[in-house]
T-cell receptor, first 112, second 114 residues
């Protein structure tokens, strides 16, 4: 049982390039989330998806788009990367509204 | 507003107890959580407490909740070097709809000295 799988683990982008971070869960969870983690700021919610076919903005959605492709997969896209998007990105999922989250191992993104 | 605050750093000696504190702002939070993050890894759920409880104990972990003061603490008994990690407090925010959102604190780095 893999849990939450994120790819890639590391990525370096040039300013202005685009990329998609992939996330998949095999626990049949309804809800999925994207967070970014920056030193001294904890985790901040970028976007979330309560169920297949729905997505909503979190605290810091600017510069990002998401797609809930099916129940398993939730991707995060950077259309035009900026140095301020250098961060560690975590995907998470949960079964029900009060369940704790299961996290992936993260994607470390550097934008130069 | 939604805000969760933690101290940034705690250092203890192996075998001592560690107490990590957290304050939150949303009085409607239904669950509060403690997560552990080891270097280079994702967050792992350690324990959680329902908002109508005062205390929860799980082996070496004790969670205390003071709902009046919106204060949450995590006590680790007999702290070991393997407990060295960043600990995040999180509150569950429910704004209708089908899911909650977790608001995380900044994390407390626990350093255990041998």
């Amino acid at each position: 049982n893999a849990g939450v799988t994120q790819t890639p683990k590391f990525q370096v982008l040039k300013t202005g390039q685009s990329m998609t971070l992939q996330c998949a869960q095999d626990m049949n969870h309804n809800s999925m989330y994207w967070y970014r983690q920056d030193p001294g700021m904890g985790l901040r919610l970028i976007y979330y998806s309560a169920s297949e076919g729905t997505t909503d903005k979190g605290e810091v959605p600017n510069g990002y788009n998401v797609s809930r492709l099916n129940k398993r997969e939730f991707s995060l896209r950077l259309e035009s990367a900026a140095p301020s998007q250098t961060s560690v990105y975590f995907c998470a999922s949960s079964r029900d509204r009060d369940d704790g989250y299961t996290f992936g191992s993260g994607t470390r993104l550097t934008v130069v | 507003g939604e805000d969760v605050e933690q101290s940034l750093f705690l250092s203890v000696r192996e075998g001592d107890s560690s107490v990590i504190n957290c304050t939150y702002t949303d009085s409607s939070s239904t669950y509060l959580y403690w997560y552990k993050q080891e270097p280079g890894a994702g967050l792992q759920l350690l324990t959680y407490i329902f908002s109508n409880m005062d205390m929860k104990q799980d082996q070496r972990l004790t969670v205390l909740l003071n709902k009046k003061d919106k204060h949450l603490s995590l006590r680790i008994a007999d702290t070991q070097t393997g407990d060295s990690a960043i600990y995040f407090c999180a509150e569950s925010i429910r704004r209708g709809g089908a899911t909650n959102k977790l608001i995380f604190g900044t994390g407390t780095l626990l350093a255990v000295q041998p």
